[in-house]
């Protein structure tokens, strides 16, 4: 019996670590939507002087993603929204996925889908050209 429940629990945090990190990259997304929309401006670096162009989140490797803020044609990263996953948590898109929100209208521009992987287990974010962000099983 003993072995039932840690086989359960087992599945179970597996589970959760992935739904762990699809709810952390889709706080990302609407992060960057929010703040294109909001048009909150960066202080440092290309945004100080530049025009503020929109936020885009960026799938940098199988593991990490990070936020950053478009001025001017210039990419300026949050260094405080710079993400790693879990261990044995993966993007099982291509590792260079990126994804837009513009200034003011939040319309998207780029992937429309980041595929996270678990243990075998896949959920999907889809993001509309709209910028509607929803979560999908797989």
């Known amino acids: 019996l003993s072995i039932i429940g840690i086989a359960a629990f087992v599945s179970y945090s597996r589970v959760q670590a992935l739904n762990a990190a699809v709810l952390d990259v889709n706080t990302m ?43 001017s044609g210039n990419d300026l990263e949050i260094m405080e929204n710079r993400k790693t996953l879990q261990q044995n948590v993966t993007f099982s898109s291509s590792s260079n996925t990126t994804v837009f929100f513009h200034v003011l209208s939040g319309v998207v521009e780029g992937a429309s889908e980041v595929e996270i992987t678990a243990y075998e287990k896949r959920k999907a974010i ?13």
Not at 46 to 69: D, R
Not at 126 to 138: A, D, E, L
């Open 29 to 71: 997304l609407q992060v960057a939507k929010s703040r294109a929309q909001s048009q909150v401006k960066p202080v440092s670096g290309p945004c100080a002087s530049g025009t503020l162009e929109g936020y885009k989140v960026v799938v940098t490797s199988a593991t990490e993603y990070t936020l950053m803020a478009v001025c």
């Open 126 to 138: 889809t993001v509309s050209p709209t910028g509607i962000i929803q979560v999908v099983n797989r």
